[in-house]
Nanobody, 120 residues
């Protein structure tokens, strides 16, 4: 069974930082791209960052939404079966529930999500 568990959210002030983690199980982690999404109150879910299976540095096969470029960093540890999202210079508009996702055998699997709240 594919499972994803996100953690690391919290309440932070504007300009602060958080590091989100998502631990995965139930599939060969190293063989799949993973993504982070977020959903703010009253809005649809949007893609934030995605990392391929072959990314070896900060610039290799990684996608960021324009709204987070330069502030968010996605990375992965295939041994720990974990994908990370480092969030710096937080803004109030970053307030949302953050989810990790994997597409496995043509089906999307989502983690439960972790709440990030940025106070001004």
């Amino acid at each position: 069974e594919v499972q994803l568990q996100a953690s690391g959210g919290g309440l932070v002030q504007v300009g602060g930082s958080l590091r989100l983690s998502c631990v995965a199980s139930g599939f060969t982690f190293a063989d799949y791209a993973l993504g982070w999404f977020r959903q703010a109150p009253g809005r649809g879910r949007e893609g934030v960052a995605c990392i391929s299976t072959q990314a070896k540095n900060a610039y290799d096969n990684i996608y960021y939404a324009d709204s987070v470029k330069g502030r968010f960093t996605i990375s992965r540890d295939n041994v720990k079966r974990t994908v990370f999202l480092q969030i710096d210079s937080l803004k109030p508009e970053d307030t949302a529930v953050y989810y990790c996702k994997v597409m496995y055998r043509d089906r999307n699997y989502w983690g439960r999500g972790t709440q990030v709240t940025v106070s001004s």
